[in-house]
Nanobody
Framework: QVQLVESGGGLAQAGGSLRLSCAASGRTFSTYRMGWFRQAPGKEREFLAAISASGGSTYYADSVKGRFTISRDNTKNTVYLQMNTLKFEDRAVYYC?????????????????????WGQGTRVTVSS
């Protein structure tokens, strides 16, 4: 399994932007499908976006489609989540996740059980 470390969280104003990064260790990152989830206080963990191992396909939850963009750089073992037009309700702890069966799973497999590596999370706070 890859080890994942998120960064880039912090405080942003509503309407603003943040870019989250997730650095992965290990030589097999390029074979992993990657995803981003978030968990707000008192709520269940929510799927946000996923990207195929090659980066050629992406999939988004309706709640963030058009505002968030997932991307990856396999040469840097890093996946990103660009978040634009932030809303107060986007405040949460954001997690990146890796799916080692990425080549055999469709990019839109969005249940957290489809991901077997998780980072520790990075907190995003949005001021209204």
């Amino acid at each position: 399994q890859v080890q994942l470390v998120e960064s880039g969280g912090g405080l942003a104003q509503a309407g603003g932007s943040l870019r989250l990064s997730c650095a992965a260790s290990g030589r097999t990152f390029s074979t992993y499908r990657m995803g981003w989830f978030r968990q707000a206080p008192g709520k269940e963990r929510e799927f946000l976006a996923a990207i195929s191992a090659s980066g050629g396909s992406t999939y988004y939850a309706d709640s963030v489609k058009g505002r968030f963009t997932i991307s990856r750089d396999n040469t840097k073992n890093t996946v990103y989540l660009q978040m634009n037009t932030l809303k107060f309700e986007d405040r949460a702890v954001y997690y990146c996740a890796g799916d080692r069966f990425g080549y055999s799973r469709p990019v839109n497999a969005d249940h957290q059980s489809h991901f077997d590596s998780w980072g520790q999370g990075t907190r995003v706070t949005v001021s209204s």
